[in-house]
């Protein structure tokens, strides 16, 4: 009975000796963002392009952008005098606030075409590069501003809408050369039911 406990110590010793965990691999991606993290949808989208001075390298820069998340709603409307449409659309699922286009249009609809009123646009597109250093692009064009000037190219609706679509430049004229950004987007537009 002692010599058949010492063959089974021997038999679990070289067991656990031959089962050793090897080495580790490389890390794996980074997960969700905390433990109520929803992802985001993607419907539609906000991209285009922007042609702005990079002060820290002395060039101008060009570069081109497509957001395609949003978190609540595609589309927010609301509907007192004119119709406002507000669209959001992050540039990844995080929906962190580096990276990100909003569009807010106020359009008069009680003649036969739509009818834009006012409207400002924002764009974010800035990326960590060091530690608490960002670099990118942050600007905010109005409608209204003759200085960093939002102007609709173009704006459709689809019957009875249902969808919006356009194209707006934004115009940074405080600076030599302008600035410019474009923002081609479309969103379908929820309806709501009371």
Request: glycine residues 8%; aromatic residues 12%.
């Amino acid at each position: 009975m002692k010599q058949g406990l010492v063959q089974l110590f021997a038999v679990l010793t070289l067991t656990l000796i031959a089962c050793k965990r090897g080495p580790e691999g490389p890390a794996g991606p980074q997960g969700p963002a905390g433990p109520n993290y929803v992802a985001p949808y993607q419907q539609g989208y906000i991209k285009g392009t922007i042609i702005a001075q990079d002060t820290f390298n002395n060039r101008r820069v060009r570069e081109s952008y497509n957001y395609v998340y949003y978190s609540q709603s595609p589309c927010d409307v609301y509907n007192i005098d004119t119709l406002t449409v507000s669209i959001a659309r992050w540039g990844d699922p995080t929906l962190n606030f580096l990276r990100y286009a909003v569009i807010s249009l106020n359009i008069d609809t009680t003649g036969d075409t739509p009818t834009l009123v006012s409207g400002f646009a924002v764009i974010s597109n800035q990326k960590p590069v060091e530690g608490n250093i960002v670099t990118g692009y942050f600007h905010f064009y109005d409608t209204s501003n003759t200085t960093d000037t939002l102007i609709v190219d173009s704006l459709t609706f689809s019957p009875p809408f249902t969808q919006i679509g356009g194209r707006l430049r934004g115009i940074r004229r405080s600076v030599t050369p302008p600035d410019t950004v474009t923002f081609e987007f479309e969103s379908i537009i929820p309806r709501t039911y009371r």
